[in-house]
């Protein structure tokens, strides 16, 4: 009995993530879903980002959180367009929420568009909210088994952020294991190992986004968007 | 349309929750349901607490996950009982995933169980599972604000564990904002300051179970388990 009301909340979901990606994509706006446990540095990442490459794209964040403006604050700091959701104790966005957010920002001033899910490595995952591609980020604090232990995101995500890299002399993580199990998950999926907090490895990342943006620019045959 | 189907699994999950709770109560088990993200250190603490602890009491464990038997195999190896709960993607346990494991374990041979939930801040929350007290567990690698942004567990937990201690002096962590936060939800709630690497802090952790079974096995009513 349960089964079929599922699929129909992840069938309305995707026919609402379909159209945001055809608002956003028809202006050429490259979208990134962020997902990851509370506290592997989402909000870390894209302080970084908005700070360094603010200068060569303009970009805006949807912030998810079940309480708080925090984190929207944090981002608007950089100068950024930011907009907060609160799912008032839901586990994930979803595109429809993504698509009320989208009303309070001035989207022909966008380049690049980040959404902040609700820090959990399982619900997010399953709703698409429109994006171009999931960017899974994995704290090294968290342990080298999650890949294996939390398959779904590493097996859909574009990207794989591995954080906190300047926590490796002082935990016991396993870059090769990680990598190992991420990448039997995923053959294309692409890792970057950054520190958000030293700035070690970002180039790389914002290389990535490069790339991106310009392939989304040019048309997203490049990148794979199709079958994003 | 759909608040009274949500409110109906949570019913259902309730009844079945108190079932559980009358069956291990009645032999006078302990039981503590472990809640936290992913890479918290709930199974770390499980490894050192059944290994320190192992000669006083009897202690089970029933596992959660999304996939694998990694965790399981961990705590077994300690020599205390564990059985295994594969989720196949779902994001937390609830009372029947609990009540079917229990047929797998020797009952008659347990003085304390320990549940460790799905590494999820947000929807193991809500699903009792017939434990006597939940308690959650955080890593200060994860940040000091998830009490803030995550409220409900910190609400609802009777201890909290704040893990990794060791990592305090590489992270930007503020010990009385956590506190802070956490009590302001919650002005009964023990935290318990600890480093399952190092073993700091355990002491105490050990002291408080020893209380709790300590009043289970009188009754409950010493450690306030009617309101559990």
Chains 1, 2 share one sequence.
């Not at 989402?42 to 984190?71: C, H, P």
């Not at 619900?123 to 698409?128: A, K, N, S």
């Not at 232990?149 to 993580?173: E, G, M, Q, R, S």
């Amino acid at each position: 009995m349960e089964i079929p009301v599922v699929r129909n909340v992840l069938e309305a979901n995707a026919k609402m993530a379909d159209h945001v990606r055809g608002l956003l994509g028809g202006r050429g706006i490259l979208t990134l879903n962020l997902i990851s446990s509370p506290g592997a540095g989402k909000t870390s990442l894209l302080e970084k980002t908005l700070t360094d490459l603010g200068g060569e794209f303009r970009m805006a964040v949807v912030e998810g959180d079940l309480q708080t403006d925090n984190d929207a604050r944090r981002v608007a700091a950089t100068g950024a367009q930011a907009v907060q959701i609160n799912t008032d104790g839901g586990c994930h966005l979803d595109s429809n929420m993504v698509l009320s957010a989208l009303e309070s920002l001035k989207l022909d001033d966008v380049d690049i568009l980040f959404i902040e899910n609700v820090g959990n490595l399982v619900c997010p995952v399953e709703f698409d909210c429109g994006e171009d591609a999931k960017v899974a980020l994995l704290s090294v604090a968290e342990g080298d088994d999650k890949p294996e232990k939390y398959p779904l995101l590493f097996n859909l995500a574009k990207v794989l952020v591995l954080n906190k890299t300047d926590l490796l002399p002082h935990v016991d993580f396993d870059m090769g294991r990680a990598r190992r199990f991420a990448t039997r998950l995923n053959r294309d999926l692409e890792i970057f190992e950054v520190s958000c907090r030293t700035g070690d490895g970002l180039c790389a990342w914002y290389d990535w986004l490069r790339g991106m943006r310009r392939a989304k620019k040019e048309g997203g045959s490049a990148a794979g968007f199709a079958s994003a």
